[in-house]
Nanobody, 115 residues
């Protein structure tokens, strides 16, 4: 089992920044990639960014150049730095971990971009 603890969501004005954190614990040796999905009301969950154990990253086209995913291997923590936030970034953001076995999900953290 892998447990994921997320933090860092909140309310921010357009153009602002937030940083999400996701700390993994448990059977983390089985994990080879972590990342973030998001789900806005009435929309499907979509991949935002992922990072592998080797440091390879992928981003959704809608966030390229604005979001940066990184990891602290010593703390088993993944970060999502979100800059130049737009109202369309408003969603519940879910951390996930993938590897040998099922995909694990965090509880989700709300990000709201609004004036």
């Amino acid at each position: 089992q892998v447990q994921l603890a997320e933090s860092g969501g909140g309310l921010v004005q357009p153009g602002g920044s937030l940083r999400l954190s996701c700390a993994a614990s448990g059977s983390i040796s089985r994990i080879f990639a972590m990342g973030w999905y998001r789900q806005a009301p009435g929309k499907q969950r979509e991949l935002v960014a992922r990072i592998t154990n080797a440091g390879s990253t992928n981003y959704a086209d809608s966030v390229k150049g604005r979001f940066t995913i990184s990891r602290d291997n010593a703390k088993n923590t993944v970060f999502l730095q979100m800059n130049s936030l737009k109202p369309e970034d408003t969603a519940v953001y879910y951390c996930y971990a993938a590897g040998l076995g099922p995909i694990y999900w965090g509880q989700g953290t709300q990000v709201t971009v609004s004036t």
